[in-house]
């Protein structure tokens, strides 16, 4: 029989969970040998796809309705699968705190950014071509052709994205609905990101699991941008440039495909006194897209760590703000 009290609406445990969490994900990282769910979710989203082209080919309004009910399906069976089975143990409160745990810190992906972004930092010791190698493996752009500024760019503007998707965003959600609220979440930003390109193949496939993942983000990513904002303020006001992130922010916001990665990077962007996006060439094709913020100061390998700081501390911040007063109120 299900609790009364529904795990979703339990912050105070929501909020031992997630301090643990974050905990586990700056240990570990995330295990490259590790089963991890996003894994499995990516399987059952390729098995989707090839069922929903095979019906309805390649084009048209038939592979839009099937984006509709793969998105809505799968986000409704990330949050049941580990709803109704954490809702079965929760009477045993120790077993059920742990496993929650273990789920959440999967959701949380600080760790593994940051791993990603000082391989690409220690690479320009090997030499540029060793640079756009790692940058690649992070990034959607070409990068065969990429300069040394080029590689930093790409990298700061990932960890700046990734800081809202792959950390406020799964916090945000875990701190409403529980471990399910995150990997609902986890399942969505799967979709976006496997299915939701803007190019003539995915156009209609991807159309629904792209519109559910800006509006997953919606929230969490003006957060992010807000808590760089402080993060710089209470913590590296002499690295960076508050006023100017500020501006920035404000002034380039809107500047991107997506109505919410420009929050952080527009932030990152001032606060270090760089200027990111711009021109990139996808698939061999030139995309040309606004540049997000001034070059007051030319990029340098150091901005890369100084994002990551950024990323961190935003972190933190998000978790006390919502832990401390569940727990002590």
């Not at 490259?32 to 019906?55: D, M, T």
């Not at 990997?183 to 976006?192: Q, S």
Request: proline share 4%; glycine share 8%.
């Amino acid at each position: 029989m299900l609790s009364r009290n529904l795990v979703f609406f339990n912050y105070k445990l929501n909020a031992g969970i997630l301090i643990f969490a974050c905990l586990l994900d700056f240990i570990l990282g995330d295990p490259y040998s590790f089963p991890h769910p996003v894994k499995l979710i990516g399987k059952l989203i390729r098995i989707e796809e090839k069922a929903a082209r095979k019906i309805c080919g390649s084009y048209g309004q038939g592979l839009r309705l099937s984006g509709f009910f793969i998105g809505l399906f799968n986000t409704a069976a990330a949050f049941c699968v580990i709803f109704f089975p954490l809702e079965l143990i929760r009477a045993h409160r120790f077993i059920y705190f742990c496993t929650s745990v273990l789920i959440c810190y999967t959701c949380i992906a600080a760790r593994c950014m940051h791993k990603e972004a000082v391989k690409v930092f220690r690479s320009f010791k090997n030499g540029i071509k060793e640079a756009r190698k790692q940058v690649s493996n992070i990034v959607g752009r070409d990068t065969e052709n990429l300069d040394e500024e080029g590689v930093i760019r790409a990298c700061v503007e990932t960890v700046a994205e990734n800081s809202g998707d792959g950390v406020i965003a799964p916090i945000f959600f875990i701190m409403l609905f529980g471990a399910a609220g995150g990997m609902a979440y986890k399942a969505i930003n799967t979709m976006d990101s496997m299915l939701g390109y803007k190019n003539e193949k995915y156009s209609d496939l991807g159309f629904f699991p792209a519109k559910l993942d800006d509006a997953a983000n919606y929230i969490p990513a003006r957060l992010c941008a807000l808590f760089m904002l402080i993060s710089a303020f209470l913590c590296f006001k002499s690295e960076f440039n508050l006023k100017n992130g500020f501006k920035i922010w404000r002034r380039d916001r809107l500047k991107h495909a997506s109505p919410n990665a420009a929050h952080p990077e527009s932030v990152a962007a001032g606060l270090l006194g760089i200027r990111l996006a711009g021109p990139n060439y996808y698939d061999g094709f030139l995309e040309e897209k606004p540049y997000i913020g001034d070059a007051l100061k030319q990029i340098e390998k150091n901005d890369i760590l100084k994002t990551v700081k950024l990323m961190y501390v935003s972190e933190i911040l998000s978790v006390l703000l919502y832990a401390l007063p569940c727990i002590f109120l």
